[in-house]
Each structure stands twice: as C-alpha cells, then as structure tokens.
C-alpha cells in the first residue's frame, strides 16, 4: 500500500516535469524505495530550476532569474489565453450585467438619472466609441425584448375597461398630436431640400415619442395614475399603433409598394387577424393554461408561460406586420383580466427591469460623436428644433382639450423626444433609397440626443409646472 500510494504521489509531483529531467536526477529511484541503487550524481545546472533553489538561505544566483524569468512568462501566457477566452460573447455578456448591476448605484452617487448612465455607457461601449461590445446585432435582439416586455407590464395595468375610458385621450388627443406634428416637420424637412418622400418619412417617425423612456420616467416618479400620465399614457398608446401605417406607407413611398390600395387591404386583413387571434387566445385558452400552471406552485413553470405568452403574442403581430410591441400590450391587457395578474407582475419584474436598462444602453450605440463634432451647429439646431417644435404642439393640443396649463406644458416637454420606432424607420428608408446615408446617420444621432435629454426635459416640466401654479395662487390671492 506505501509503494502505491508513494507511486501515486510521484505521478502527481512529476506531471509538470519531462522525461529528461525525470530521468537526469534519479527521482524515480530515490522515491520508489531502492536503497541499494546508487544515486546518480548531476550538477547543480542540469537540476530543474524549482531544486535549484537553496535550502536554509544563501545566494540563489541566477537561479532567481531563471525563476523569475519563467514565472513572468507563465503569468503572460495564462493572461493572454483568458483574454482570447474571454472574446466575443462572454465578455459582452459580462459586461452588460455589470453595467445592468453597476449603473443606478453609480448614477445615483453622481446626481443623474440612471437612463443617462446607461446612454453614457452605451456610447463609451458601443462601435462609435471604444467598440468594447463586439457583437452589437445580437446586442441590440436581446436588449429589444426589453421593449417588449415593458410593452407588456404597462399593458397588464390596464383593462380593456380602462382602455375604453381613455378612448378621448387616446384616439383623440393622441390622434392630433401624431397628425398635427407629422405635418410641420414634414413642411420643414420639405423646405430644407428633401424630397417629399423622405420629407413624409421624418414626418411620420419624429412624430413618434419614446414609450420606453417616457413610460419609465412616469412609473420613476409614481405618477402613472395621475391625470398627467394618464394623458401622455394615451398619446403613446395612439403613436405604437401608427407604427403600422408607417410600415406600409415607407415602401410605396419608394415605389416599391406596388398597389396602393393592396398594400393598404393588405395591412388591414394582417390586422384583424393578429387581433382576431389574441382575442379568441385570452377568451378560451390563457385562463385555463395559467390556472392548470398555477397548480404546479413550481416558479420556473409559471415564468416560462408568461415568456412563451408574452414572446408568442408579439411575434405574431410582428410576423403579420404589425409592431410586436403591440402584440406584448395586448397580451398585458388579456393576462389582466385573470387572477393571476399580481403574480404574472412580479414574476416578469426582474426580467423587465435588466432588458429595459440593456435597451437605454443600446441607444447610446446611436450617438455619433463624430457627426457632432464635424457638425454641431446642426446638430444642436435639429435635436432643439425638435424637441420645441413636438413640445410647443403637445403642450397646445392639451390646453385646446382643456387641460391646464401646468399640466399640458408637462405632456408637452415629456413627449418631445423622438422615438425608438425612428431608428427602425430610418433605416428601412435608407434600404429603399428614400434617405440617403449622411441624412440618416445624422438623424439617428438627434433623435438619440433627443432621448437622452428626456430625463431633464421631465425635471424642466416639474419645475415649470410647480411656478405656474403658485403664479395662479398668487393671483388668487
């Protein structure tokens, strides 16, 4: 048993060690047990260098630079191989959850809000920056989902009860500031030399405001039930559904489209089915399937049929044309009439919560400091031509509805932003040759400026709204 387990230890001592050295200083012999077997004589510079090292002190020579020598070397090799392991997904996936878990903390020791941080990081990380996120397609898919799933939770909030109570705001208010705006931006983009397709495209995409960040910054500040959100809740929910018309409208603008009216009878069957479908899906099939998960009490089950819900419902308005953010409210809206809303809500949180932040951080990819630099007068001109030209409309449209001043000067500021639908526009415009790249790179880089600036455009609202109320208390008075 002791020459086993004596051999066992010699394998292990020696798995570094070749079979010249092994065999140059004897060790076999002297381990295995053979008194009678002279040991080998070797010189002190054919031994390994870790036996050359003495023993009780001394000088070591340059057996210490040797030593030394082979350890810096080792510690190269091992940090270069971790770095080529490290490349590619894994280090993009590291990186975007420590940026998920590392940027409230940080935005908040500094005094700025989180959104900003996360555009801030998004710049720095993404390919106008330092490129440090390598694969930005896969990137901008997951942080995607985000969207979808804050489609979803702002919709599981909202009844088709409620919905119909906000039908003024929505199909009302909401229908003229999508129309109203699109209009006068078009006019100006006509007046500074663009053609009228690419004028009716900036229209229609600036027109659209960020439910992602307004939506966020409203559930921040706890007002989603204020008369205030509720408002701009509206106008939102009017824009997401106008994304469908702009999908079908850009291609004939290009020529593309084919017959007018059978693109247009076209959308609309696409339409009604994707409707007809999640109608007759929450009616006879979600209940029962929650409630038949439910009683298994077992959590993974439960969150894979709120993904499966979520997922499958907006690929199928996706796939059929329509937005699948569309597809993830309405699927908020059914999973609301169910009893196991509260329980769907906070289940589907933490998911929400880490892929809205990796969608903010995705829109940072957008800003161009390059086109900045090389043109900040336009910059700066477009990005606040925008945001005072959707914001002085808004902030109208809501006093002629008869909201307050304080309140629709809030609405206004809140929605002046482009939209992420923007993006996506731009560039289906830019395939179909209806704006050319210098005009869409310029354009993605003011509509991202315009998001990042929503955080502090909110902050001017409050501040405004709370000096026109005490202007109208001291006139009272």
Same mark, same amino acid.
């Given at each position: 048993?002791?020459?086993?387990?004596?051999?066992?230890?010699?394998?292990?001592?020696?798995?570094?060690?070749?079979?010249?050295?092994?065999?140059?200083?004897?060790?076999?012999?002297?381990?295995?047990?053979?008194?009678?077997?002279?040991?080998?004589?070797?010189?002190?510079?054919?031994?390994?260098?870790?036996?050359?090292?003495?023993?009780?002190?001394?000088?070591?020579?340059?057996?210490?630079?040797?030593?030394?020598?082979?350890?810096?070397?080792?510690?190269?090799?091992?940090?270069?191989?971790?770095?080529?392991?490290?490349?590619?997904?894994?280090?993009?996936?590291?990186?975007?959850?420590?940026?998920?878990?590392?940027?409230?903390?940080?935005?908040?020791?500094?005094?700025?809000?989180?959104?900003?941080?996360?555009?801030?990081?998004?710049?720095?990380?993404?390919?106008?920056?330092?490129?440090?996120?390598?694969?930005?397609?896969?990137?901008?898919?997951?942080?995607?989902?985000?969207?979808?799933?804050?489609?979803?939770?702002?919709?599981?909030?909202?009844?088709?009860?409620?919905?119909?109570?906000?039908?003024?705001?929505?199909?009302?208010?909401?229908?003229?500031?999508?129309?109203?705006?699109?209009?006068?931006?078009?006019?100006?983009?006509?007046?500074?030399?663009?053609?009228?397709?690419?004028?009716?495209?900036?229209?229609?995409?600036?027109?659209?405001?960020?439910?992602?960040?307004?939506?966020?910054?409203?559930?921040?500040?706890?007002?989603?039930?204020? &008369?205030?959100?509720?408002?701009?809740?509206?106008?939102?929910?009017? &824009?997401?559904?106008?994304?469908?018309?702009?999908?079908?409208?850009?291609?004939?603008?290009?020529?593309?489209?084919?017959?007018?009216?059978?693109?247009?009878?076209?959308?609309?069957?696409?339409?009604?089915?994707?409707?007809?479908?999640?109608?007759?899906?929450?009616?006879?099939?979600?209940?029962?399937?929650?409630?038949?998960?439910?009683?298994?009490?077992? &959590?993974?089950?439960?969150?894979?049929?709120?993904?499966?819900?979520?997922?499958?419902?907006?690929?199928?308005?996706?796939?059929?044309?329509?937005?699948?953010?569309?597809?993830?409210?309405?699927?908020?809206?059914?999973?609301?009439?169910?009893?196991?809303?509260? &329980?769907?809500?906070?289940?589907?949180?933490?998911?929400?919560?880490?892929?809205?932040?990796?969608?903010?951080?995705?829109?940072?990819?957008?800003?161009?400091?390059?086109?900045?630099?090389?043109?900040?007068?336009?910059?700066?001109?477009?990005?606040?031509?925008?945001?005072?030209?959707?914001?002085?409309?808004?902030?109208?449209?809501?006093?002629?509805?008869?909201?307050?001043?304080?309140?629709?000067?809030?609405?206004?500021?809140?929605?002046?932003?482009?939209?992420?639908?923007?993006?996506?526009?731009?560039?289906?415009?830019?395939?179909?040759?209806?704006?050319?790249?210098?005009?869409?790179?310029?354009?993605?880089?003011?509509?991202?400026?315009?998001?990042?600036?929503?955080?502090?455009?909110?902050?001017?609202?409050?501040?405004?709204?709370?000096?026109?109320?005490?202007?109208?208390?001291?006139?009272?008075?």
């Amino acid at each position: 048993m002791v020459r086993i387990g004596t051999s066992l230890l010699l394998v292990a001592a020696l798995a570094t060690c070749d079979a010249a050295t092994f065999s140059r200083t004897g060790l076999a012999a002297n381990l295995l047990g053979n008194p009678g077997r002279p040991r080998p004589s070797a010189s002190l510079a054919d031994a390994p260098a870790w036996s050359r090292i003495p023993r009780g002190g001394g000088n070591i020579g340059d057996s210490a630079t040797v030593t030394s020598t082979s350890i810096t070397t080792l510690i190269t090799e091992s940090l270069q191989g971790l770095t080529q392991f490290m490349e590619g997904s894994k280090s993009d996936t590291l990186l975007l959850l420590l940026t998920s878990a590392l940027n409230t903390p940080l935005s908040n020791l500094i005094g700025v809000s989180p959104i900003i941080g996360f555009l801030a990081l998004g710049l720095a990380a993404g390919p106008k920056g330092f490129s440090v996120i390598k694969d930005i397609h896969t990137t901008e898919m997951i942080a995607d989902l985000g969207i979808v799933l804050f489609l979803f939770e702002m919709g599981i909030h909202l009844s088709f009860d409620t919905l119909m109570e906000m039908k003024k705001d929505v199909f009302g208010l909401g229908g003229s500031q999508f129309g109203v705006t699109a209009l006068a931006i078009a006019a100006i983009a006509k007046f500074f030399g663009q053609s009228m397709a690419a004028s009716a495209i900036l229209g229609l995409s600036i027109s659209l405001s960020s439910s992602a960040f307004v939506l966020q910054l409203l559930k921040d500040k706890g007002e989603m039930d204020s &008369q205030f959100g509720k408002k701009t809740f509206g106008i939102l929910l009017l &824009q997401d559904l106008m994304i469908v018309p702009l999908l079908v409208v850009t291609p004939l603008l290009a020529g593309d489209g084919g017959n007018a009216g059978a693109a247009v009878a076209k959308a609309t069957i696409q339409g009604a089915l994707a409707l007809t479908t999640i109608a007759l899906a929450g009616r006879f099939v979600l209940d029962p399937f929650f409630d038949a998960v439910a009683k298994t009490k077992d &959590q993974n089950s439960f969150v894979g049929a709120i993904l499966a819900t979520i997922l499958g419902m907006s690929f199928l308005t996706e796939g059929l044309g329509l937005s699948n953010t569309l597809g993830a409210f309405l699927a908020g809206m059914l999973l609301c009439e169910t009893s196991h809303s509260d &329980q769907i809500q906070t289940e589907i949180a933490p998911f929400r919560g880490i892929l809205v932040g990796l969608f903010f951080f995705t829109v940072g990819f957008e800003i161009d400091l390059k086109v900045i630099a090389s043109k900040p007068t336009i910059i700066i001109g477009t990005v606040l031509g925008i945001v005072a030209i959707k914001a002085s409309i808004a902030t109208g449209l809501c006093m002629a509805s008869g909201l307050d001043k304080a309140t629709s000067q809030r609405v206004g500021l809140i929605i002046s932003q482009g939209g992420e639908f923007a993006f996506v526009a731009f560039r289906l415009a830019r395939s179909l040759g209806i704006l050319d790249e210098d005009v869409t790179r310029l354009m993605l880089t003011c509509v991202s400026l315009t998001m990042a600036i929503t955080p502090l455009l909110e902050d001017l609202g409050s501040r405004m709204a709370i000096a026109i109320e005490e202007e109208g208390t001291k006139k009272v008075r």
